[in-house]
């Protein structure tokens, strides 16, 4: 049996497994099994937190994998939660550093509720060039650890996100992999609102941490709404990048149990 724990970041829920004794490996199948809403746990992601190999590691590595079973380099609401997770499990106590795909990572825990395992946390994120950020089709193309496509449209409760996410997802603009898309509006409020197709998913997520930052990067707009939450993100335009990037949101552990490896 594997033990794990359901964890969510602003209603983007994960499959988090603690594999410091690296005796878990899991193929794409049983990972997709894992993370089925009908017949398994039901997750948008699977994440394994491990030892870390060397100091430059840091307190851990993430191993992040989609639903589909196979891994992304980065994301940011399961980067966010595996702090959490790694901070419930006593790896960590407030601060931290640590390796995911796409290269190091920094982050604190600002306000953690031990009863209710719920929590905010501020999360590092990679510095994105400003020539790496091409107008493409109706919007922009940028990686903020995994590609994305943002496009601004009018009436954001209007869009078929899954419909258009999948259609623009594969675009040959968008590269040989295609990209994550996302759409934003201006809220009355002042913030903005933000709405993703993951792919990996393949369908609308109700946030997505990487398309928060690259939405408020386009826009320069440093408020976020979802549909599972608010987010604040923090940058600063330094010269042709954007440096000192940091995604703020929610973090909570909603359950555990066990699951049989396939073939138990």
């Known amino acids: 049996m594997i033990q794990f724990y359901k964890f969510d970041g602003a209603g983007n829920d994960f499959v988090m497994i603690d594999n410091r004794d690296g005796k878990i490996c899991l193929d794409a199948k049983q990972i997709e099994r894992i993370c089925h809403r009908r017949i398994g746990?039901?997750?948008?992601g699977l994440i394994l937190l491990e030892s870390p190999k060397t100091a430059d590691d840091g307190d851990f590595v993430m191993r992040y994998y989609n639903s589909d079973g196979h891994t992304a380099t980065m994301c940011g609401n399961g980067g966010r939660c595996i702090v959490a997770f790694a901070h419930l499990l006593?790896?960590?106590?407030?601060?931290?550093?640590?390796?995911?795909?796409?290269g190091m990572h920094t982050a604190e825990i600002v306000v953690w509720n031990d009863?209710?395992?719920?929590g905010l946390v501020k999360l590092g994120m990679k510095e994105v060039a400003t020539d790496g950020i091409r107008r493409v089709l109706d919007g922009w193309l940028?990686?903020?650890?995994?590609?994305?496509?943002?496009?601004?449209?009018e009436d954001i409760d209007s869009i078929d996100v899954k419909a258009e996410g999948c259609r623009l997802?594969?675009?040959p603009d968008l590269g040989t992999e295609g990209a994550n898309v996302n759409f934003i509006c201006d809220a009355a409020d002042g913030s903005l609102m933000v709405r993703t197709y993951e792919r990996g998913v393949e369908d609308e997520t109700w946030s997505c941490g990487t398309g928060v930052t690259a939405c408020a990067i386009v826009s320069g707009n440093h408020s976020i709404r979802t549909r599972g939450g608010d987010f604040k993100v923090e940058f600063e335009p330094m010269g042709n990048r954007y440096e000192k990037v940091n995604l703020i949101g929610p973090a909570a552990c909603n359950f555990e149990g066990c699951v049989p490896a396939l073939g138990e």
Request: overall charge positive; cysteine-free; hydrophobic content about 30%.
């Open 142 to 153: 940028l990686n903020t650890g995994v590609p994305h496509y943002v496009q601004r449209v």
């Open 115 to 118: 009863k209710e395992r719920y």
């Open 41 to 44: 746990v039901g997750a948008d």
């Open 90 to 102: 006593g790896v960590i106590s407030k601060k931290t550093t640590f390796r995911a795909d796409d």
């Open 169 to 171: 997802r594969h675009h």
